[in-house]
């Protein structure tokens, strides 16, 4: 089953030289990254030089990929094959024993375009286009990926770079196409634990008849994305079609943007930022827009909250953001409105997707001890929206979102934009918590939200769903010593001591004036 | 064999919670990344929420490593068994069914530091002494390897950053003291293809008295590093009391200074800068300087080759680095002399580690059609050395440099050296070779030195040693239609043919004016 070609089509864009193995899934999961092993010992290996490099181009009928090759000298794998992580697996979409095609990678000529931008040239829209492209074709392993993020975030881009990333961000990816003259959406920039007013506006602005077909994202460096957290209340992983058919039937939804490919390269970029823990501003915009353009949104209010520990830190900042954010959106015809929030502190109690999913629960149910701050604040920026899209007068947008939420009809869309999306869940409870509470009788003074976010997480959240942190305090609450402030729930006793450890050893995560 | 233990050791620095597996090696290279995989399905590492993690903390008896952390449903694995990639194993010390005590990794503060940096924040002294702590330690994933690399290239090290860097190199690694007073070494920034004359100026200053013990790094982004062409010579991977007999019993060596452990961050950042193939200033000033302040050298002797093509492209670049090396090196009491050198053509004949050895040993052997530039090159850089020891009186260097060629006491010194290490060897030579020819008759008039660099590593050296480029001809050589340029060598047919393709596609490679 092992074949040789000697090619020489360097003008289609294929490598020169080439074998052909059999595929073997190696049941080896390895977290979204593409590996291959081969045999060390394999003698077509070793003629063709592919035992020396750290990286690999394989071809399968359906798809290509650059995989990162380890070697094994295990008899496991024979020497006509090739082993393949399961992330590797699925983008090849093969089958045990199925024709493979090995090549060495093309050299990267984008990656000089990043190296000058390391060192202070400005990025052209040809050059943003190539790196973009080769991107999404996973050509970049994950040091070239941080080299470009770090360049980006340290050399900012200029509004010509900002609208040309936006731009080849998007015309790599799907775009979608809709009836409806008008489409609504909202975005916040983050930073703010608890800050999950999406559904709820969602839910709002659905219910008064306009469309608003929401694309969300997963955590890039917080405890839950607004698609965590959502999918603790129905599916999120929806097709493009069943996108559709939501929308059309109850004018909105909640869906998670990666499974509809808009902007592939924004989920690329995401995966390693949140490692790196570093928000690019010129990321974040083309990474917002660029998700907005793809989903052909028309209006889009966007929600920047102001904090010390927020990731927008002062109204200067703010400011200068939604400058960035308003005139890209509209070099592509989106128009935009910015509401600077107060940032100083969790809005809502839960911190974590399960626990945030309660709060959204609460809010639209109207129940008694709903969380109010994420109530006003949903009723604010779905007011934005009904102003902007015609459904209410000017000034009267806000009074119309609380009409909505207190006469249960925003409720009820909710239920049926759940239902349609494949059935409303009941967002799970953790079983290990643990209660943190006041040292010392005295009056909260502030929240660090950055602390707040690492002890939900270091809790397990996002990943485990129920993980988090619930707030038991607000900004001038008087409390007694010991009194409870927070508890943290896990899912495993392992993650919970692991949070309660940093918990106990970080005393400035909530802030308070003894009396 | 399957234990837990729930810690609260957070002031030792210690995690916090933490179980116990059986060590097993998987036969699987992973190119010096630790690679740990655990089952999926093992009920412990569930618990203890370990699958929701993308890295682990390791520690085995002998020494303690971050890895990245993959899983399989596998049932070649145990569940209470961990299995470890090649190098985890190496760096653990560990045997089959061995303890090893997994836990989740601390955060990593020092992070926030690179962070800083990416915004325009100085690196203080502690905040690198931290960074360098953590990345020596293995606690540093690629991503964030190259997000500090990319920080330090974009955001220029001031003077007191360069000195608080290399010093913070120098200390988490060995340092070696000498008896001799004076301690001479050599350096070149590097980006001149086939500048190899480290091993003939050492030969020659150990012959005239002086003591040179030469450490040196293997290829960064070149396609041979001084220590990879010296291999082809003699062992270079020599340990600390092995390279002190030979400086002891000849006055010189060349060793490979990884072997070593002086300033080991050194070789972590080179693994990733070779990826990036980048070369921050900052980088390279630490890098050059904390390995000769490790070695304990006193005068240092830096060949900066200035070419269009070449890594330095000014003179005025040159005069910028000379500078920072100088101000950097003094402040650690290293003497410090820069000479500027013509970097315009790859000095010798060959590129690639075995063809540079053939030049090195025709050099010292004198015979009749040695490479002249080689020569001159390393009298020029040997004649300092010679000066600045008191060897030979100010001026007078050079004649004596040249002088211990021509005698054969040079030749006899390295035969001495080389015989030290371990033995004399033959370089190899390659198999497949392809001899790319003038397509016009014309005058040589440049060289794209990176380019002739790039073909020498598709060929796939340093990897393949007797791979590389060969040169036939120098600058204002007069050539015929069909002469010879240069001949590829490689040691598989896929890389020649890699290799040739490129070329073909590039004929800028050698640039001249038709006639």
């Known amino acids: 089953m092992v074949s040789e070609r000697a090619g020489n089509d360097a003008k289609s864009g294929q490598p020169a030289s080439s074998v052909h193995l059999q595929a073997r899934c190696m049941d080896l999961d390895t977290r979204g990254k593409p590996v291959a092993i081969l045999r060390s010992d394999s003698p077509l290996c070793r003629a063709e030089g592919f035992s020396a490099h750290a990286r690999i181009h394989l071809r399968s009928q359906h798809d290509e990929i650059i995989a990162e090759l380890f ?11 090739i082993g393949l992580s399961i992330p590797a697996w699925r983008k090849l979409q093969v089958c045990d024993g199925d024709d493979l095609h090995i090549a060495h990678p093309r050299p990267l000529r984008s990656l000089a375009h990043v190296r000058g931008k390391v060192y202070g040239q400005p990025l052209k ?88 077909p929401k694309t969300s994202s997963r955590a890039i460096t917080s405890p839950a994305g607004t698609a965590d957290t959502m999918e603790m209340l129905a599916p999120v992983n929806l097709g493009l079609s069943t996108m559709r058919r939501v929308v059309e039937a109850e004018g909105g939804c909640v869906v998670w943007g990666g499974s509809v490919r808009l902007s592939p390269v924004d989920d690329i970029l995401i995966r390693v930022a949140r490692v790196m823990d570093l928000d690019a501003e010129a990321q974040m915009v083309a990474s917002v827009l660029s998700k907005k353009i793809a989903a052909g949104s028309t209006h889009l209010v966007l929600d920047v909250p102001i904090g010390k520990t927020a990731k927008v830190r002062s109204r200067a900042d703010g400011h200068a953001l939604a400058r960035r954010m308003e005139s890209t959106a ?85 239920q049926a934009i759940c239902r349609a999306q494949g059935g409303l869940r009941t967002p799970p409870s953790a079983p290990a918590r643990e209660v943190m509470t006041a040292a010392d009788r005295g009056t ?60 106990g050893r970080n005393g400035e995560i909530i802030q308070w004036e003894a009396r």
Chains 1, 2 share one sequence.
Not at 355 to 381: F, K
């Open 125 to 212: 829209p040809d050059a943003l286009e190539a790196i973009m492209s080769d991107i999404v074709r996973g050509r970049y392993d994950e040091i070239e990926l941080a080299m470009f993020l770090t360049a980006i975030a340290s050399r900012a881009l200029d509004d010509d770079e900002l609208v040309a990333l936006t731009g080849s961000m998007v015309d790599v990816g799907d775009r979608l196409e809709w009836t409806q003259p008008m489409l609504m959406d909202k975005h916040c920039v983050g930073g703010l634990p608890g800050n999950r007013t999406t559904p709820i506006v969602v839910a709002i602005v659905a219910a008064n008849g306009l469309a608003i």
């Open 330 to 414: 509209d070099a592509f015809g989106l128009v935009t409105r910015i509401v600077l929030t107060d940032g100083s502190q969790p809005v809502g109690r839960g911190i974590g997707p399960a626990l945030e999913a309660r709060d959204i629960l609460a809010v639209l149910q109207g129940v008694d001890d709903q969380p109010l701050d994420l109530r006003e604040r949903a009723a604010d920026l779905a007011g934005e929206l009904l102003e902007m899209g015609g459904a209410a007068p000017p000034g009267q947008g806000r009074a119309l979102a609380t009409q909505t939420l207190v006469s249960g009809a925003a409720w009820r869309k909710f």
């Open 444 to 503: 909260v003074q502030g929240f660090d939200n950055r602390l707040l976010g690492r002890v939900a997480k270091l809790a397990g959240a996002p990943a485990a769903p129920a993980a988090g942190v619930e707030l038991h305090v607000h900004l001038g609450d008087r409390v007694e010593q010991g009194a409870a402030l927070y508890t943290i729930h896990a899912e495993t006793r392992g993650e919970l001591e692991y949070a309660r450890e940093f918990a």
């Open 71 to 81: 070697q094994t000298g295990s008899e496991l794998l024979g020497t006509d094959q």
